[in-house]
């Protein structure tokens, strides 16, 4: 019986450091953008082992390669096997919004519900998980009343966030503030969030990075921070980061623009322009930076 025992032990040793392997060659096909290969080993690997860690990985994968109902199906089948694991319902909701956004109308609202419920169960489970309160103050914020939007949900969930980070609390309070017309009180918001700069050891989300060069562009504050966040974003940047690279390089040339560097604020807002001719905002910034 010891001996079978032992026996145990070692197949649960040697697969936990086969896993290891698999997912660090993984993660550095996903460094180096090998995603196909990546997928290829994952889905492999996936037959041989049973593992709620490569399975998520094989998620990331396929929304890195914006094959969105493969995610879906994926990371669906994560929270039906752990439902108690926020992240994965957190997954879960982000993936159909992304499919949700390239569908037609209908079948967006269609998703909607999918998505909400996703999102409230993940922030239900783990009150701490900061990106799952973003997400609830992004879409109680841009949907319509008549669809769910409500802007009293949106400032409760920015003020729970505010316990767990003071920084992302603030910066969704302050975007809160923008869509509920409220200019004076967003930047005292933006100006409270940017206190909190220098006590970031490190950034794990890269939507961050875009959210503070954002502010500084927008309000004029700690231009050169500002920068340094953005191209950080863009440095950075994969497609399930959510803001297009067009909108940093715009953001970049806006921050240039304000600290009064015409030749780098002309190199960024060409580049937004290369990706997305017709873009608006990006066609009204040239004409400003013309101007310096």
Known sequence: MKQVFFICLLLISFWGEAQQVVLGEINQLITTKEYAHAEKLLVENLKTFTSKELKNKLGE??????????AVTIYKELTEEYPKEAEYHFRYGGVLVKKAQYSNKFRALMLL????SSFIKASQLDKNHIATRWALVEMYVSLPGI???SKTKAYYHANELRKVSAMDGY???GYVYEYDNAPEKAKESYIRALGYLDDLKEIERNQLNYQIGKVCGDYGLQLEKGIVHMQQYIDDFLVIDGVPLEWAYYRMARLHRKSKNKQLADKWIRKALQNRPQFKRALKEQQ???TL
């Open 61 to 70: 994968v396929y929304a890195l390669q914006e094959k969105w109902d493969d």
């Open 113 to 116: 519900g999918k998505i909400k």
């Open 288 to 290: 400003l930076i013309k």
């Open 171 to 173: 910066l969704t309070l």
């Open 147 to 149: 669809v769910g939007g």
